[in-house]
């Protein structure tokens, strides 16, 4: 079972302090303009619908629509998590379209400027964006500490078992409370 992110709507106060988290853990690109107004890009999303607010991001999928979408097969299973090979990518939105999640998007990536190449006069880049579990960062998803009410959890196949146990023991109560024949 791939592993994920899920926020817990209901301690979600709003404050958007994951998506600074996200940002910080992938700069685009280095110096000043890493985290500028203009590269600003986290990898998931805080939404308000109503009175509720909540991350939505990639739930990294088992079967994943947006892997079977990709025509250029920029999007795989890699390890437990689904992953997009930026080599691949086209910038089609594909994938956008065919995330039931609404957790990815497409993304113009300025040209990086390399010393004594005329790349700065290439146009920019579209890159496809989600949650990559800040795959290679040693302590794990950026976003899960940063939260300051304990939102955000990463759900792994110990977990998930975890839940399901507590929801079925929830359930035989419910019952012994409310059936009698
Ligand atoms: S940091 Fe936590 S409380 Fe703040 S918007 Fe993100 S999930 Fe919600
Ligand atoms: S935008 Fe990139 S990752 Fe998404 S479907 Fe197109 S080529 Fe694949």
């Known amino acids: 079972m791939n592993r994920f992110v899920i926020a817990e709507a209901s301690k ?15 700069p685009v690109g280095s110096g000043a303009q890493a985290l500028s107004p203009q590269t600003f890009s986290p990898r998931l999303t805080v939404v308000r619908s109503g009175s509720v607010t909540a991350p939505i991001l990639c739930r990294h999928c088992d ?11 920029a999007i795989s299973q890699t390890g437990d998590s689904v992953q997009i090979d930026q080599s691949r990518c086209i910038g089609c939105k594909t994938c956008v379209v065919a995330c039931p999640y609404g957790a990815m998007t497409v993304v113009s ?17 579209a890159e496809a964006r989600k949650c990559d579990l800040c795959v290679g960062r040693a302590e ?15 759900i792994d196949q110990e977990t998930m078992a975890a ?6 023991e929830q ?5 012994a409370a409310s059936v009698t024949l």
């Not at 990536?109 to 880049?125: D, E, I, K, N």
């Not at 839940?163 to 079925?168: D, G, I, P």
């Not at 359930?171 to 019952?175: D, F, G, K």
């Open 12 to 26: 979600c106060i709003g404050c958007r302090t994951c998506e600074i988290a996200c940002a910080v853990a992938h």
């Open 63 to 73: 079967d994943a629509p947006c892997a079977r979408a990709c025509p250029n097969n």
């Open 163 to 168: 839940t399901l146990r507590r929801r079925q």
């Open 171 to 175: 359930a035989v109560q419910n019952l």
């Open 140 to 154: 794990g998803p950026a976003c899960i500490p940063a939260c300051p009410t304990k939102a955000l959890h990463l």
């Open 109 to 125: 990536v300025p040209a990086q400027a390399q010393p004594g190449s005329f790349l700065t006069s290439l146009r920019p880049r």
